[in-house]
């Protein structure tokens, strides 16, 4: 479906066929989004790239903007325009897209869009330096890089977020393969590296029953112990 309203608050495409004839934005939504705060693209097929490139650089208020399930999308190349046009950003998702995001795109959104709190990156889009490069969001409180199989949790050492709320790194197969999530468990004992974190979930679809991402089992014990409001989740493990 595709429902507008004016002022226009939110556009969302649902499937293929509502926009598989679609050449250009009619003059009467173009005229409409310099308003628009909420913009959802979903299942939009082989034009979302296309639309996309017509509608961000029209949105210079636009503070919500979810991408998903648009494997024709380049995610480098959307971040771009992104960085360009949506400086006013508070929630990003990003999933089921195609290509992944390199360093650079990720610091030129990071530099342009100081203002996103919530931030989620899916489906193989992220790799270590590229999620350093997001966590130096300076009002990011919320992070998602659920099934991201290249980070290995080395940007978490390398980091410290100040007003990081919550960590989701479901699925994420390789995490701690090179022991980075233990060395980043013993950082964060103190209460000075990551001090608002409440919320870590390494939840792992494909780990053994009972198995845990830490290969050091004591960790857990002592963060619990140390830092009491911080929540470790790890379902279907």
Same mark, same amino acid.
């Given at each position: 479906?595709?429902?507008? %309203?004016?002022?226009?608050?939110?556009?969302?495409?649902?499937?293929?066929?509502? %926009? +598989?004839?679609?050449?250009?934005?009619?003059?009467?939504?173009?005229s409409?989004?310099?308003?628009?705060?909420? #913009?959802?693209?979903?299942? +939009?097929?082989?034009?979302?790239?296309?639309?996309?490139k017509e509608?961000?650089?029209?949105?210079?208020? $636009?503070?919500?903007?979810? $991408?998903?399930?648009?494997?024709? @999308?380049? @995610?480098?190349?959307?971040?771009?325009?992104?960085?360009?046009?949506?400086?006013?950003?508070?929630? #990003?998702?990003? +999933?089921?897209?195609?290509?992944?995001?390199?360093?650079?795109? +990720?610091?030129?959104?990071?530099?342009?869009?100081?203002?996103?709190?919530?931030?989620?990156?899916?489906?193989?889009?992220?790799?270590?330096?590229?999620?350093?490069?997001?966590?130096?969001?300076?009002?990011?409180? %919320?992070?998602?890089?659920?099934?991201?199989?290249? $980070?290995?949790?080395?940007?978490?050492?390398?980091?410290?977020?100040?007003?990081?709320?919550?960590?989701?790194?479901?699925?994420?197969?390789?995490?701690?393969?090179?022991? %980075?999530l233990?060395?980043?468990?013993?950082?964060?004992?103190?209460?000075?590296?990551?001090?608002?974190?409440? #919320?870590?979930?390494?939840?792992?679809?494909?780990?053994?029953h009972?198995?845990?991402?830490?290969?050091?089992?004591?960790?857990?014990?002592? #963060?619990?112990?140390?830092?009491?409001?911080?929540?470790?989740?790890?379902?279907?493990?």
């Open positions: 479906s595709c429902s507008i %309203h004016y002022p226009i608050c939110s556009i969302t495409l649902d499937t293929i066929k509502v %926009h +598989a004839d679609l050449q250009e934005l009619p003059y009467q939504v173009a409409r989004l310099r308003s628009l705060k909420l #913009l959802k693209l979903i299942r +939009a097929g082989q034009r979302a790239s296309l639309l996309l509608i961000l650089p029209l949105c210079p208020e $636009i503070e919500t903007l979810e $991408i998903c399930e648009c494997p024709s @999308v380049n @995610v480098n190349a959307i971040s771009s325009i992104i960085s360009s046009y949506c400086g006013k950003l508070r929630k #990003l998702t990003i +999933a089921g897209c195609g290509n992944s995001l390199d360093s650079d795109q +990720a610091r030129a959104v990071t530099e342009s869009c100081p203002e996103i709190e919530q931030l989620t990156i899916r489906n193989f889009a992220v790799s270590d330096n590229c999620a350093g490069e997001l966590l130096r969001l300076k009002s990011l409180k %919320h992070l998602d890089l659920t099934d991201n199989e290249g $980070i290995t949790g080395k940007f978490l050492v390398q980091a410290n977020s100040q007003g990081l709320r919550s960590l989701i790194l479901r699925d994420c197969t390789e995490l701690n393969a090179r022991g %980075h233990d060395e980043f468990v013993k950082l964060i004992q103190d209460d000075g590296t990551y001090p608002a974190l409440s #919320l870590i979930d390494t939840s792992c679809l494909w780990a053994g009972g198995e845990s991402m830490l290969k050091d089992g004591k960790l857990k014990k002592i #963060l619990k112990n140390v830092r009491p409001g911080l929540k470790w989740q790890e379902e279907q493990c």
